[in-house]
């Protein structure tokens, strides 16, 4: 991938993959790089020093690939590092590249949905702790009401291949009714993790008819269309010959194997050792 310069997108693991495969059915024909931290997976009960750590060290990573937008397609590296790297390391990284995160683009539009202003949120450990999304959806819709809960379980079962398992319905339908027990009027569920998308089918066993069930690859992908084109001074230099390009820190072939469920289609992935 010499001579071009992809827009990167990173991930702790696979979940990055749901919101990569929206991105590029939005916009195809830009350059791709997808980076799993997948050695270190998973961040949502790590602390907010680690969490931020390791996702510098991925943001500078592809930042030296030449990507001149990168987007953390994690709401725990959202949640715990963002900002930090975009008002203290960014500036002296690079001041003309931009890092942006899942959580923004989610609570912008995610009080359109509800007509009870009852939102519900499920994340993980680290996504919920931070209060990120209450903070956020305030900005943008301060008459809504948000209720959270953590599901801690939900990221393992998806990554070792149990999240369409008997086993799984349990858990899920453990921490929904959870959920759906702060409020009765919750009436818009949003998943706040990517790994969630794949447990979107038993979910929606577990709620109402009535609730509406929305994944962020849709959102974030239709954000940044939105960004590229308030923006022509970023998306200028994003390059577009409709490549894409995996890599991992863990086994290329379990990141291989995996990835396709999440992604959609076959990956080749190439591995990375970092180095703080």
Same mark, same amino acid.
């Given at each position: 991938?010499?001579?071009?310069?992809?827009?990167?997108?990173?991930?702790?693991?696979?979940?990055?993959?749901?919101?990569?495969?929206?991105?590029? !059915?939005?916009?195809?024909?830009?350059?791709?790089?997808?980076?799993?931290?997948?050695?270190?997976?998973?961040?949502?009960?790590?602390?907010?020093?680690?969490?931020? !750590?390791?996702? /510098?060290?991925?943001?500078?990573?592809?930042?030296?690939?030449?990507?001149?937008?990168?987007?953390?397609?994690?709401?725990?590296?959202?949640?715990?590092?963002?900002?930090?790297?975009?008002?203290?390391?960014?500036?002296?990284?690079?001041? @003309?590249?931009?890092?942006?995160?899942?959580?923004?683009?989610?609570?912008?539009?995610?009080?359109?949905?509800?007509?009870?202003?009852?939102?519900?949120?499920?994340?993980?450990?680290?996504?919920?702790?931070?209060?990120?999304?209450?903070?956020?959806?305030?900005?943008?819709?301060?008459?809504?009401?948000?209720?959270?809960?953590?599901?801690?379980?939900?990221?393992?079962?998806?990554?070792?291949?149990?999240?369409?398992?008997?086993?799984?319905?349990? $858990?899920?339908?453990?921490?929904?009714?959870?959920?759906?027990?702060?409020?009765?009027?919750? @009436?818009?569920?949003?998943?706040?993790?990517?790994?969630?998308?794949?447990?979107?089918?038993?979910?929606?066993?577990?709620?109402?008819?009535?609730?509406? /069930?929305?994944?962020?690859?849709?959102?974030?992908?239709?954000?940044?269309?939105?960004?590229?084109?308030?923006?022509? !001074?970023?998306? !200028?230099?994003?390059?577009?010959?409709?490549?894409?390009?995996?890599?991992?820190?863990?086994?290329?072939?379990?990141?291989?194997?995996?990835?396709?469920?999440? $992604?959609?289609?076959?990956?080749?992935?190439?591995?990375?050792?970092?180095?703080?």
């Amino acid at each position: 991938m010499s001579n071009v310069s992809p827009i990167g997108v990173f991930d702790s693991g696979y979940g990055g993959l749901t919101v990569l495969k929206s991105i590029i !059915e939005k916009l195809p024909s830009y350059d791709y790089i997808y980076f799993g931290d997948n050695a270190r997976a998973p961040y949502g009960n790590r602390s907010f020093d680690t969490v931020y !750590e390791y996702t /510098l060290q991925s943001v500078k990573w592809l930042l030296q690939k030449g990507c001149p937008l990168i987007i953390l397609a994690c709401n725990t590296a959202s949640a715990k590092a963002l900002r930090s790297i975009q008002q203290n390391d960014l500036p002296t990284l690079g001041p @003309d590249k931009r890092v942006l995160g899942v959580i923004r683009p989610s609570a912008e539009v995610i009080g359109k949905y509800s007509k009870t202003n009852q939102i519900g949120i499920l994340g993980t450990n680290g996504t919920v702790e931070s209060m990120s999304y209450p903070l956020e959806i305030e900005k943008f819709f301060p008459e809504i009401n948000v209720f959270q809960h953590a599901c801690p379980l939900w990221v393992p079962l998806v990554e070792n291949n149990e999240y369409s398992s008997p086993g799984a319905d349990y $858990f899920i339908k453990k921490d929904v009714d959870e959920l759906l027990n702060k409020s009765a009027d919750i @009436d818009t569920i949003l998943l706040a993790c990517t790994h969630y998308p794949l447990l979107a089918g038993k979910i929606k066993r577990y709620i109402p008819e009535n609730v509406q /069930l929305m994944s962020q690859g849709e959102i974030v992908a239709a954000s940044l269309d939105d960004y590229l084109h308030r923006h022509p !001074e970023i998306e !200028e230099k994003c390059s577009k010959s409709g490549q894409i390009q995996f890599y991992t820190t863990d086994s290329v072939k379990d990141f291989d194997k995996h990835s396709a469920i999440f $992604f959609g289609r076959p990956v080749k992935s190439v591995h990375v050792d970092l180095v703080s």
